[in-house]
């Protein structure tokens, strides 16, 4: 019996083992390619068939040649990093307020068709950004706000996904609580700062954490929202493979950079909020 449960231990920690090396193999391989240098990089990627002309999984000589061309000779990757900053910061702030007072309302308070709206959201979840581009389009256009960062904060900030993930995190609240408040004259403003949001700040750091990265990587509004490449975010310069492949790796590392540093930030609020839903 006992050979029988290490043999199984064995076996799951090998296969975890296995998975993890998988998953961090890309990440950890793009951090040692970036200190290759730009000539090895060519040398190395050949994208006119789509493939590695060679797989080096260690640079020949240490350099900071990528990290020195995009830093310091070619101003166009920072800026258009912080145009990337500069869609995804207010998007996830808005999408934080908007969501947490929404998922207030829909897990806490009553009112006439409360459900019929939240069915609703949970339609609008199952469409594809895809499908929401062109008629997206033609309304930025009637508006004006084509070729305006709005036309991709705006719909992020009002994200079903959003309030539905929160509801579930403000769904434990418990309502004693909550009742105990009002029956001491608290307002419901005052209940969803002082009640509502300390108890749903893990809910709170995995929806930043997944509205920053799906944010962060957003490719297909730019390309047709905006007419002016100088408001590309980064994240369209990463998706051209052909382009400058000689500090692709350095600009992977750069752009990789701000979603793990509010993934560890928040780690342990995340699996906590996870394990609740």
């Given at each position: 019996?006992k ?6 231990t064995?076996l799951k920690y090998t296969?975890?083992?296995i998975?993890?090396v ?5 990440v950890?391989?793009m951090i040692?390619?970036?200190f290759?240098s ?10 006119t ?8 999984l ?5 350099s900071?040649?990528?990290y020195?061309?995009?830093f310091?000779?070619?101003s ?6 912080w ?8 998007t ?7 969501s ?6 829909f897990?806490?308070?009553?009112f006439p ?6 069915f609703?959201?949970?339609i609008?979840?199952?469409l594809p ?5 062109v ?9 004006n706000l ?7 904060i ?5 994200s079903a996904?959003?309030i539905c993930l ?12 909550i ?5 001491d ?6 209940i969803f700062?002082?009640?509502?949001l300390p108890?749903i700040?893990?809910?709170l750091?995995?929806?930043?954490l997944?509205?920053f990265v799906d ?20 994240s369209?310069?990463?998706s051209?493979?052909t382009?400058n ?18 993934y560890?930030l928040?780690?342990k ?7 609740r839903?």
């Open positions: 019996m050979k029988k449960l290490q043999i199984k064995i296969l975890l083992i998975l993890t998988i998953f961090l193999f890309p950890v391989y040692i390619s970036s290759m730009g000539k090895e990089v060519i040398d190395m990627l050949d994208f068939t789509g493939s590695y002309a060679s797989l080096k260690f640079p020949e000589d240490f900071l040649e990528q020195y061309k995009v310091f000779r070619n166009k990757y920072l800026s258009e990093f145009n990337s900053v500069i869609i995804t910061l207010p996830v702030i808005g999408q934080l307020v908007v947490s007072l929404a998922a207030f309302a897990g806490k308070l009553k068709g409360r459900d019929k709206i939240f609703v959201y949970m609008l979840l199952i950004i895809q499908v929401t581009l008629p997206s389009y033609f309304m930025y256009q009637k508006i084509l070729n305006n960062v709005m036309s991709i705006l719909p992020g900030t009002f996904f959003g929160l509801r579930q995190s403000v769904r434990y609240v418990s309502d004693t609580s009742e105990a408040a009002r029956v004259g608290a307002s419901y403003i005052r700062f002082q009640i509502i108890q700040r893990g809910g750091i995995s929806l930043a997944l509205t944010t962060w990587g957003v490719v297909e509004q730019p390309l047709i929202y905006f007419t002016d490449k100088a408001k590309y975010p980064l369209v310069s990463l051209a493979s382009a492949i000689d500090i692709v790796f350095a600009c992977g590392v750069m752009f990789m950079i701000p979603a793990l540093i509010i560890f928040g780690e609020d995340v699996r906590s909020s996870f394990s839903i």
